[in-house]
């Protein structure tokens, strides 16, 4: 593939939004509520349109005969390159939460950014993306403050997701060998300058939700290169059922 | 992908304006401002439509309407999904804000109002019901990727706000 950095990089962003989307659309019709299981699934729906964008342009960059639906149903677990943060299990409605807003102040960061792309495709997707991401971040915030700074449970079970997520964040800004190209060639985000402003608003919203950043150092890496946790594969399962049991099935 | 420039043959227009959305059945598509353009060649259509918000699913059907409509009228055509411009709730006619009115969803606020009445911080949203402004949010996701969920504290009537789109 000639452009062969252009599409791992567009990949390294759109797989994201494949997997969280799905781990989102889990909760159709078994959200806490009405109201915030259409919210989930209305996210999901976001990501996964904008997912279709990427998936779309990466396929035009390959120039053979793949398409949209192949990027997105027909790879190896280890050919995923999505962050371990999105793939984390709903677990309860703390931990889906948190890991919405985990994931969306980074979203509206680097979007932010990418808007400013010398790729006239990918600046575009972008600067549609932000206008939904930006009331996803809205709504995981809002229920951070609601939650964290609620009952002594709810508080309790936010704290308790922070501490088990927040392994997850460092990864997020780990630059690929694509996005090291592509940031050469001012088409791609250089995320090791988002960390700080991240960490900057994920402290305040933390602050104002009475909840608080785990001391530990430590943190878990993999996803970028393809080396997932041990929940990937059963997404994976899910997901990829249909292709994998009636190939080539269309409707 | 990215949308050169804003052009729609006049003769178009009536046709167009018969397309609706399916999600809104009172919207014309003209008036919701998603056919950025649409020109005519050797009697073949080239249009340029664009989403509301990325997932929004009822794009293949828009798609498949507008051929159909301009077939019925004698022309072939093609349709092109454009992302840039992003549309705006802007781009919804003073006709389509009416349409949304009388059909029982309040039509977009300005920005900085949308922000403030999905913060919860100011009743600024109108029952479409019976106009009060004595309302609440309900939640900011609604029944379509659009539109948020609200109630009114007076006549108590459910309906759906089109979230303001910048």
Redesign the interface.
Known sequence: MKNENLYNYILGIADNSLILGQRLGELTGHGPSL??D??CT??S??????V??YYQ?AAKIAGDNRTEDDIAMLRKEREYVNVLLVEQPNTDFAYTMTRQFLFDVYHLLYLQELQKSTD??L???A???M??VS?HQ??SS?WMKRLGDGTKESNQKMQNAIDDLWRYTDELFHQTEADIAMVKEGIGVDVTALKEKYHQIVTSILEESTLTIPESKYFQKGGKLGIHTEHMGYILTELQYMQRTYPNMEW | MIAEKQHIDQILIPILEQVSDPEIPVLSIMDMGVVRSAVIENNYVKVQITPTYSGCPAMDVIGDDIKAALKEAGYSSEIELILAPAWTTDWITPRGRKALEDYGIAAPLDAEADKEALLGNKKLVKCTNCGSTNTRLVSQFGSTACKAQFQCNDCQEPFDYFKCLK
């Open positions: 109201e915030t259409i919210a209305n996210i729906l976001d990501l996964f349109g904008q279709r964008s342009y006239l495709t600046s575009a997707i600067a549609k993306s206008k939904e009331y809205r709504f809002d």
